[in-house]
């Protein structure tokens, strides 16, 4: 088989917990050939996409990435073309999207459902009832009737990621203006404004679902000195197992994942309330591979080599 990785670039990866890096070495592990490519070397000619591709070995011992020349190839020559640009989620995002829209291969994960689908609001879109409640708004008068009516909330940038500007606060703090001002641009953009639950300094279970199927789930806990449960601010991954709230999430959003060509796919769950559907670029396979002694990247690759199939028939 024959895979293409467009992701950012390879002096950003940090090998020790990035789950593309275990995934290009389980395919380099099989004999497939691997490329890479950053989304500025796609293009698209006569409707078709074609790419600036950089061929790589990728293995566990340093230096890690053996690249040779690039060369410019056709995104159909391609078996996979693995969409793995970390977020933000901005308008150079969906343009990718739009190229890969033109891919003439399968695309991990479909770029239609890429752009159909914004992590925070896809859950209001289609599943709001597994969603603690939830505001949109760049209203400061709307967040604090919000504030009123639920005590203790969240704000969040609608666009975030990695726990970037997510705070916590309540009814009558006086920094709420100020906080609402900063997180919409003075109502220029709408924030996320949501119940807070109490069960969050017991941690923010991110569990994986390949094909729409649960596969493994972490508990990340907040370290000491941050509410937030994002392992790049400090918080832990200890293992975990899915109660019967988390698998009536799965088994409710399994589907919608699947039709949409979402192969792999993180969710994030507090006490068995929904607030993230991570499409873009998720991670979690290194740390759940430590903690259960697993090698996750190999039953992904197992998966998406069966949808290639599935689509070749
Ligand atoms: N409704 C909530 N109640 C309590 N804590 C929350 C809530 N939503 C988010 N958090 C905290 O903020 C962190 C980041 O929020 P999240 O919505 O997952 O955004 P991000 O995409 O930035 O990870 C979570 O891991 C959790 O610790
Ligand atoms: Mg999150």
């Not at 752009?115 to 599943?127: G, H």
């Not at 991954?237 to 409710?252: G, P, V």
């Not at 589907?255 to 060509?261: D, Q, S, T």
Request: hydrophobic share 40%; proline share 6%; with cysteine.
């Amino acid at each position: 088989m024959r895979h293409l990785f467009v992701m950012d670039p390879l002096s950003r990866i940090d090998v020790r917990g990035d789950s593309t890096y275990v995934t290009m070495r389980e395919a380099t592990d099989r004999g497939h050939g691997v490329w890479m490519a950053t989304p500025d070397q796609l293009y698209a000619q006569s409707g078709r996409a074609r790419v600036w591709a950089t061929p790589v070995t990728v293995t566990a011992a340093p230096p890690h990435f053996h690249l040779r020349e690039p060369l410019d190839l056709s995104t159909a020559e391609f078996d996979v073309v693995w969409m793995r640009k970390d977020p933000p989620f901005d308008l150079g995002y969906i343009f990718t999207t739009y190229l890969l829209d033109m891919a003439g291969t399968l695309v991990v994960n479909h770029p239609a459902g890429l752009k159909l689908f914004n992590e925070k609001i896809w859950c209001q879109v289609q599943f709001s009832h597994l969603q603690p409640p939830t505001l949109l708004t760049n209203r400061l008068d709307q967040v604090r009737g919000f504030a009123e009516e639920h005590r203790r909330i969240v704000l969040k940038p609608w666009d975030g990621n990695g726990g970037r500007g997510v705070v916590v606060t309540e009814a009558g703090d006086k920094n709420l203006g100020a906080l609402v001002e900063l997180l919409t641009r003075e109502g220029r953009d709408h924030l996320i404004a949501q119940r807070y639950l109490p069960a969050a300094p017991e941690g923010d279970k991110r569990i994986l679902l390949f094909d729409g199927r649960p596969v493994a789930a972490i508990l990340r806990v907040p370290g000491a000195t941050d509410h937030r449960a994002n392992m790049h601010v400090g918080a832990r991954a200890l293992a975990t197992e899915l109660s019967e709230a988390d698998k009536r999430i799965c088994d409710e959003i399994g589907p919608a994942l699947r039709e949409h060509g979402q192969c792999f796919v993180g969710i994030d769950v507090i006490d068995g309330w929904l607030t993230e559907i991570n499409v873009t670029s998720p991670t979690g396979l290194q740390q759940a591979n430590r903690l259960y002694n697993r090698r996750l990247e190999a039953e992904l690759m197992d998966c998406v080599t069966a949808k290639r199939e599935e689509k070749s028939q």
